[in-house]
């Protein structure tokens, strides 16, 4: 089975980050998902370049990029590094979608998509077959610990249905408020990546869940 869970390390205690780094590195994540916040996309700063780059020195785990921040071509460089999956750019961010996703892919780095709770699966329908992973944001972006939004579900539904229909392999990621009351009925209806920041991070023992949400894959 492929691990489809990516711990977002917004939620980790950044005074211990290569000790929680190196408690991920020893899960069954799939992927480490960073937040980089600007101020101005979303109403919060998260950290930049130089802390990516130690995420990046001290993870064995690739590195999913969720750049929350605006004209988002400008930073890529910026975060492409030996062990960069993928970078995420949000469709409300940038007028150049199409540029700064092929820049991407220049890079020999998987492209992704990010759309907030409010834009709909339409709006986005032409941009499927041209990214790896589609991100249906499932708080609005800006903090850990909201809680989800239940008409990602109706989303997630539309967006499974429309992949199919183009027989694509295009990756469906939920973005927030991902927990032990929404994991598996998303799994179930087509989710492939699951990224969840506080419910693993604020855990007892956030490897064995880890290990909980990637077994809900499987059923
Ligand atoms: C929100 C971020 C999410 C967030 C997830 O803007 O993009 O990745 O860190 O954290 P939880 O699971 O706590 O909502
Ligand atoms: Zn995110």
Redesign the pocket.
Known sequence: MIPKVAP?V??ADFGELNKEIQLINKSSAYSI?V?V?DGVF?P?ISFGQPIVKTLSLISNKPLDV?L?IVDPIKFIDEFVFDNTLNITIHYESTNKIEETLDYIKSKNIKSGL?IKPNTEIDEIESYIQKVDILCL??????????N?IENTYTKLKQLRKLIEKKKLSTLIQI?????NTNAKKLFKLGADIL??????FKSANPNKVIEYLNNLSRN
């Open positions: 977002s917004l939620s998902h937040d916040m979303v919060n969720h929350m990010a944001m499932s708080v609005n972006p800006g903090f850990s610990g909201q989800f973005d927030g408020g991902v927990n990224v969840s920041g506080n419910y693993i």
